[in-house]
């Protein structure tokens, strides 16, 4: 029953599993491992193993391209501001990307930088070509349209926050979700790990529509044919971040 999957090799009951599981999709905010190590009774360092391998079940593969109305915006995610920093520019946060389909699903991405390179080459990824694209006004979005089937901007720089359908507050949403959980939640997330609570807060964003039992259910059946080994998570390299 455990070969093959995220439970593989691992001494810990299946009913501890199933409770940790349950944990992480009915809380929207996210649970700490220090929480989930108290409510299990396991050490930290069995919790802290436990919640990653629960997020590479919530991790999807080969996603479809998200077709119709799609905002994109980025975040920095972690540290404390650069008081130095000029605009989006900071050394001490990481930038992360998100691409949500209007009442649909999101991406999100790790990236290093905030480049029109990084961030074009997300949406190309998970955005299909006859999509609507809504964005702000940062200069790194330019020229879409020339790629998509339309192109909308919000000048947040001269604080126009919507514009008819043309907006990024779904966006805006899901970001309050995701640092309400790194700041409430977890405190600090390392750079390395991050996209794997980006890919946890993916996977209840899309899943918000059903049930805490339909949600926990539902990573139990993409919990097949992926394993994480330790050394994995403590081998020094981060996840998923692009250039």
Known sequence: MRT????????????KWLQAVH????SKKGMSALQVSRMLGVTYKTAWFLCHRIREAMRRGSLT??????EVDETYVGGKADPTAKGRSTKKKTPVVAIIQR??????????????????????DYVHIESVIMTDDFNVYKHLD????????????????????????????FFALLKRGVMGSFHHVSRKHLQRYCDEFSYRWDSRKVSDQERAEAVL??????????RRL????????TN
Request: aromatic share 4%.
């Open 4 to 15: 093959g999957t995220i439970f593989e090799r691992s001494h810990v009951p299946l009913s």
């Open 23 to 26: 944990l992480l999709c009915a």
């Open 65 to 70: 391209q998200l077709l119709g109305t799609v």
């Open 103 to 124: 009442d649909g699903e999101a991406r999100t991405r790790v990236v290093r930088s905030v480049s029109a390179k990084n961030l074009k080459q997300a949406i190309r």
């Open 146 to 173: 020339e790629e998509f089937a339309d192109h909308q901007a919000v000048k947040h720089s001269k604080n126009e926050y919507a514009r008819g359908a043309a907006h990024v507050n779904t966006c805006e949403s």
């Open 221 to 230: 059946r993409l919990a097949e044919g992926k394993r994480l080994m330790y």
């Open 234 to 241: 403590t081998n020094g390299k981060a996840e998923a971040i």
